[in-house]
């Protein structure tokens, strides 16, 4: 599909050229319809168009994949704390200038059992999807860089800002070994303090193999971290982290 896409980006001006002796408003619509071909899987996270993104893991029975996205930040100690008193375990997608900062809570993340994942490295939300190639592959390396520094590793998984992706994002991943995760289960935690709103919206799509999207480093992130997982453990789920041949790419 990906080819399909940026074959349309080429191909659109030489049909609009053609299609200009008959109707402008017509090549007008041609080349709008080649960029609306690239604008929808960039900006819509999880459209696998542009190349594959993880979506869910093979489960073996009742089991989901917490990710948080964001950290470190302060409250990744009481954080740390909570998932050990729940028995959970999850994949932290840090943001490599928060990792440079804070690089004593990226290497307590691994000595609790967690894994780390990159974000990029400054989280640029609002510019990530249209940052030309080598912008997107700096991105990408410096927080790798960052954090094969403080742990001696380069993580295998990487999630865009917002989950915004273009066509430079799956080549430069390509390049380094790296795998775009996404998600099944999104909290949109950032926008509510109360607990229970997350809970409704979220439990809706915990399914065996689901991938949960949950944040921290907000006023709320703590007492609704700790809700959603007591609800889905109260379902009889286990949070794992999957092993990498166990990643998927259907929704």
Known sequence: ??????????????????????????????????????????????????????TRFDAHGSEVWLTIDDGPS????????LFDRRGAKATFFVKGTRAEERPEMVREMIRRGHTLANHSWSHPSGTFWCLPPGRIAEQIERCNDVLQRITGTTPPLFRAPVGMKNPAVHPALRRLGMTLVGWSARAFDTRTDDPEVVVKRIMPDITPGAILLMHQGHRASLPVLDRVIEEVQRLGYRFVIPPLNRLKTNR
């Open 74 to 81: 302060d409250d990744t100690p009481a954080l740390l704390d």
């Open 1 to 54: 599909m990906r080819r399909v896409v940026l074959a349309g980006l080429f191909v659109a001006p030489l049909i609009a050229v053609a299609v200009w002796h008959w109707s402008a408003i017509g090549a007008l619509g041609v080349i709008a319809l080649s960029h609306a071909l690239l604008l929808y899987p960039t900006l819509r996270p999880n459209v696998q168009w542009l190349g594959p993104v993880i």
